[in-house]
């Protein structure tokens, strides 16, 4: 069974049927659009109990001739790395069309411009393009799926966003394009160099031997992907669209999509050009540190709650791209574990704080403060939000980060780079539980007290989040026999065959003594 | 003597210990889920589960007392828990004299806790969830004590960071509370910063963090490696134990309710670091320069603390300062080495009984007081609480060392231990010991003696035998705990397997110089509070005081320099990176845009006209671009 294009097909002809819809009719675009995302998630249930992480390193492979005369292919094949980002993506959609169900229309100040049924539509094209994004195996086919997925974005932002949305909407555009165009460059100049006739990842892996060569294609690809999973300083689009969009398209926004990027790091900067990969290698960490504390200051200085949370993230994909250069094993993949958990994470928080804002009418932290007094349920689900925004364990994203760190520190080159991330988790502490002390703290404010608990469909957004986090936070292992596999695959080819060996080797030790 | 092996264990009550976590947890998840459904049984549900691990706890001691010695270190293996690359941890349980000394007391000691707070909280609307959270720490701090690797360690230690953090936030509602939560959390995240970055060291050394093959191989390292750790160790210590200088956040954590300041900020969690370094004695046994650290930060908290101790009026914060200083005396002795682990052990569990015994009483007192907590608007309490007075007492009589108490015992043969190594040391535990005799006897004679200073709506009574019954079992031990330790050296003895045994063991010398000296200290300390606090009458607002009653009061403006150090130099970075954010790095590119567009209104319209134009511009640009790549040639 082709799983990947029937993964990509049910949603995109679902947002064709929602589409299809009458306008009167919202409730229906909403309850089909809800379907067909269900059926996307079992489908990707079945499809994941199926990949075998032992066996070929791309699994339910297809491949199809597209463009012929330029070697262009429509193929699709997932490793453990893309595969557990199509899970995450398939996961958060339902819950995204479950929070989005009031959402769509907007607010009083700001009203949608376009209708309820296209919103939902959108989310079913994205998450179409989503899919094909992390399954695609040719490197012109992922160009396009990287460009083409700001279009719904661009729309979900522009047309169903808050009061500055056109502004939002528009840096958002322009930042992408700006290194969509960067790559486009690298992807044409790394077929026209390669020579191989060919845009397929697996023949081009290895073609590019020239260094000089290598580092200037290697930039093509990695500010693209800097700028997509904002590193500092590409970063200052993120905030602004991810105030401005509706909570369900945030969630989408930094939960995934940002996620191609640190993904595309990982499987295009380090496959194809390994030798610029370890020239660049202190660069990127220097950036990735520099995002992980300087993300943490700016989060604490935050004054709105939607704007606070974008710039955890930074803070966040700080810890990715750090994990993903630091070429040990552990380190990638604890960063690949960490672009799912951060995708349930912050899809948490983000929505949380939607329900929030939606029932006080303000993102401002300031015009909040004992929410739990009055709202018990609302403030755990927050609360909890929080904590896994701070990686405590027991939670999922405690896992990821401390895996990233002990493995960014067992690469002794960075160990002063390790160290300063660490320090992160002191910060990360502040700007969380600061937020939730200025929000649910406190005696209840004069708007708060009237606020609404959480309703049954709110709780079942939730609930599966809560769940996800919880048991990915007690029995990783699952994820990470899927992810281990792949990304040892991955560093080999980049170079890295082993990771440094402890300085005092217990196992050898203990053998010589028995 | 070197600890024992640690063999693995499959069967019987040992093997099935992780019901002692899991009881717990489950309490607190099935009363978080269900919410409200269970408020009307949910205390009940709390406390059988606390009494259940209890039960548990004290079959697997039955059981590990039927080993040979040789035979009890037991490891229990749960489950493949994060295989990530290179780094793979196996969870699993370590039950040896160490952990389950640690296990009884948590569990019997807070159980005790869950039972009084039954009472105490009856009125609160909130209690279903206090008790959901009481649970929760003890499972938390249960997973820090029986983890077999430093993982599981951490995890339990940000655990019980956890749950002090929601226990000292439970009145929310307060901003005060609110404020001291997340202070605790975040001064603790300092600690954990260092904790953290310390197993990052043992794995990139020893290539594992099980203590099986850790501290079976610390002797074969670096010492300057083994320095590193243990540095980096003791400042995890120092934030969770509250010592110098990550002690800030104790004294507000008094803000959450009292039951939780018993059991989590005296009784138990403020003792991890004790544990911490005492499991990891393999470590600093080749680190002498660490061990001098922890000696010094020990004796440098205990005399801290107590000074701290002498100025409070809040019956809370003087026991919190007490709390500090005890600690104190627990990581100095496990900083001696395997001299002073038992020392620093029985100590830490003589401690947990008194020191319960005595914040529950405040408790109770608190509770008879309209939850007055200034000891000035106290004063005569002795008749109207007489069995909260009578534990209370013994406790006290415990905490300043009076023969033949718990804390004669164990607080007398840390000191002895001191003075074997280092005569300094001794001495300024012996100066300490006579501060706690005056700054404990001032709480217990302006609480129980002296003229009534009550408020006018006071009514005080005598608490509910839910919560007296506790105060009794815990003042017992308060008596007997001490003597049933030290003497005959039979808890040195059976720690032995777990955290070994020096060449020669210091026997308990009921009469030695520094033992009479302390006992003289301590009366004279008692007798001029006697004459301060019960002979003459106490003003109800407090003198001013001299520089050094200020410089006490201020908790030695210990908030005041993170304040100048920390806070503020943070605030103003924190606004410099937000300006920096919106007008420098956002501004280049907004101002870049704007240049390349020729005008911002200029900019407005070819960003409307992008859109449509866009698939044109990226073809274009990027031919252009290719284009001339290939006329150039090469790069």
């Known amino acids: ?514 | 003597m070197q600890p024992a092996e640690i063999i693995t264990e499959t069967g019987g009550v040992i093997g099935a210990s992780w019901l002692m976590i899991a009881l717990p947890a489950v309490g607190a998840a099935i009363l978080l889920l269900f919410g409200r459904l269970t408020d009307r049984w949910g205390h009940l549900l709390g406390t059988a589960m606390s009494l259940a691990s209890f039960a548990v706890a004290v079959l697997a001691f039955v059981e590990l007392l039927g080993f040979d010695e040789a035979e009890r270190r037991r490891q229990v293996m749960l489950y493949d828990f994060l295989p990530a690359g290179s780094f793979h941890v196996e969870m699993g349980l370590l039950i040896d004299p160490l952990s389950i000394s640690f296990a009884l007391l948590i569990t019997g000691v807070g159980s005790l806790i869950h039972i009084y707070s039954i009472g105490y909280m009856a009125h609160d609307e909130k209690r279903r969830k206090f008790f959901a959270y009481l649970n929760l720490f003890v499972a938390a701090m249960l997973v820090l004590v029986l983890a077999d690797n430093y993982l599981g360690l951490y995890i339990g230690w940000e655990g019980v960071g956890l749950a002090s953090y929601l226990l000292i936030g439970f009145w929310q509602h307060k901003p005060s509370a609110a404020t001291a939560a997340k202070k605790a959390f975040v001064v603790n995240r300092v600690g954990d910063f260092g904790l953290a970055l310390g197993i990052f060291t043992i794995f990139t050394t020893f290539g594992t963090v099980a203590y099986k093959d850790v501290l079976a191989n610390a002797g074969a390292a670096e010492q300057v490696t083994l320095t590193v750790i243990g540095l980096l160790l003791l400042l995890g210590a120092c934030g969770k134990s509250a010592q110098l200088p990550l002690q800030s956040w104790l004294l507000d954590a008094m803000e959450g309710p009292t039951p939780v300041s018993a059991l989590i900020h005296a009784a138990t969690m403020v003792t991890a670091g004790v544990y911490l370094i005492t499991r990891s004695g393999a470590i600093y046994e080749g680190a002498p320069t660490a061990q001098l650290v922890v000696t010094i930060v020990g004796a440098a908290t205990l005399i801290a603390g107590a000074i701290i101790g002498c100025a409070k009026d809040d019956i809370k914060k003087a026991l919190a300062g007490s709390t500090m200083s005890q600690i104190g005396y627990m990581v100095l002795a496990a900083g001696l080495g395997p001299i002073g682990y038992a020392f620093a052990i029985a100590h830490l569990i003589a401690h947990g009984f008194f020191k319960a015994a005595m914040f529950l009483g405040a408790g109770s007192v608190m509770h008879a007081m309209n939850d007055e907590v200034d000891m000035r608007r106290y004063g005569g309490l002795r008749t109207v609480m007489p069995i909260t007075f009578a534990t209370f007492g013994l406790g006290y009589l415990a905490i300043i060392g009076i023969p033949p108490l718990s804390g004669w015992f164990t607080k007398d043969s840390i000191i002895e231990a001191a003075m074997h190594v280092s005569p300094v040391l001794g001495w300024v535990a012996v100066i300490g010991a006579g501060i706690t005799g005056f700054y404990m006897s001032r709480v217990m004679f302006m609480t129980f003696f002296g003229e009534k200073r009550w408020a006018s709506d006071a009514h005080p009574h005598e608490s509910p035998k839910v919560m007296t019954w506790p105060l009794i079992l815990l003042s017992v031990g308060s008596v007997l705990g001490g003597g049933l330790l030290i003497a005959g050296g039979t808890f040195a003895e059976f720690l032995r397997p777990a955290v070994g045994a020096p060449e020669e063991p210091l026997a308990f010398h009921p009469v030695s110089v520094p033992g009479i000296v302390t006992i003289v200290l301590v009366l004279a300390g008692a007798a001029y509070a006697w004459t301060k606090y019960a002979k003459s009458p106490v003003p109800e607002v407090a003198p001013r005081g001299s520089f050094l009653t200020t410089f006490a009061r201020r908790d030695l403006y210990g908030d005041a320099l993170n304040e100048s150090l920390f806070m503020r130099p943070g605030q103003w970075l924190t606004r410099l990176a937000v300006f920096f954010d919106n007008r420098g790095v956002d501004g280049i590119v907004n101002g870049l845009a704007a240049a390349i567009g020729g005008t911002s209104g200029r900019l407005r319209r070819i960003q409307t006209g992008f859109v449509r134009s866009y698939a044109l511009s990226v073809f274009l640009g990027a031919a252009a671009v290719v284009g001339a790549l290939l006329a150039v040639g090469s790069f």
């Open chain 1, 1 to 514: 069974m082709p799983w990947l294009s029937t993964l990509m097909a049910v949603p995109a002809v679902g947002a064709v049927a929602v589409a299809a819809v009458p306008k009167r009719n919202e409730t229906l675009a909403k309850q089909l659009t809800f379907a067909v995302s269900l059926v996307v998630l079992a489908l990707a249930a079945v499809m994941a109990a199926q990949f075998n992480p032992g066996g070929d390193r791309l699994q339910f492979t297809e491949t199809y001739s597209w463009i012929p005369s330029f070697g262009i292919h429509f193929a699709l094949g997932v490793d453990g790395v893309a595969l557990v980002l199509i899970l995450l993506s398939a996961l958060l959609v339902p819950i995204v069309v479950l929070a989005s169900w009031n959402e769509a229309a907007g607010t009083p100040e700001a009203p949608a411009k376009r209708s309820v049924k296209t919103y939902f539509a959108l989310i079913l094209v994205l998450e179409a393009m989503m899919i094909g994004v992390f399954a695609a195996t040719d490197v012109f086919l992922f160009y396009v799926f990287f460009e083409a997925m700001l279009i719904p974005m661009y729309f979900m932002i522009g047309s169903y966003g808050g009061a500055q949305r056109s502004y939002a909407a528009v840096k958002f555009l322009l930042y992408s394009l700006l290194g969509g165009l960067l790559m486009l460059v690298a992807v044409i100049g790394l077929y026209v160099i390669a020579g191989k006739n060919t845009f397929l990842h697996t023949e081009l892996i290895g073609a590019i031997t020239d260094p000089g060569v290598q580092r200037w294609l290697f930039l093509g690809f990695f500010i693209a992907f800097a700028i997509k999973a904002p590193l500092v300083p590409f970063h200052t689009w993120l905030p602004d669209s991810a105030a401005q969009a509706p909570a369900g398209a945030a969630v989408l926004l930094v939960g995934v999509l940002d996620k191609v990027g640190t993904y595309g790091m990982l499987r295009f900067c380090l496959e194809l050009f390994p030798d610029a990969s370890r020239f660049f290698t202190p660069l990127v960490i220097t950036l990735a540190v520099i995002g992980i504390i300087y993300g943490a200051i700016v989060a604490i200085g935050q004054t709105d709650i939607k704007r606070l949370i974008a710039y955890t993230s930074i803070s966040h994909f700080g810890f990715i791209a750090m994990g993903v250069f630091a070429m040990t094993t552990t380190a990638g993949a604890g960063a690949t574990l960490y672009m799912v958990n951060h995708g349930f994470a912050t899809g948490a928080l983000f929505l949380v704080a939607g329900f929030l804002i939606q029932r006080r009418g303000s993102q401002y932290i300031s015009d909040y403060g004992g929410v739990q007094k009055v709202t018990p349920v609302l403030a755990g689900s927050f609360l909890f939000a929080c904590l896994a925004g701070t990686a405590v364990p027991g939670l999922a994203t405690f896992v990821s980060e401390f895996t990233v760190l002990i493995g960014t520190f067992q690469n002794r080159t960075y160990l002063v780079a390790a160290v300063i991330a660490t320090f992160g988790v002191v910060l990360s502490a502040i700007y969380m539980l600061w937020l939730y002390q200025r929000v649910a703290g406190g005696p209840p404010s004069e708007g708060v007290k009237s606020l609404g608990e959480l309703n049954g469909r709110e709780k079942w957004v939730m609930a599966p989040l809560i769940a996800v986090i919880l048991a990915l936070g007690v029995y990783p292992k699952p994820l990470f026999d899927v992810i281990n596999p792949s990304v040892t695959q991955t560093l080999s080819i980049a170079g890295v065959t082993q990771d440094p060996e402890p300085t005092l080797n217990v196992a050898v030790q203990r053998g010589a003594g028995q």
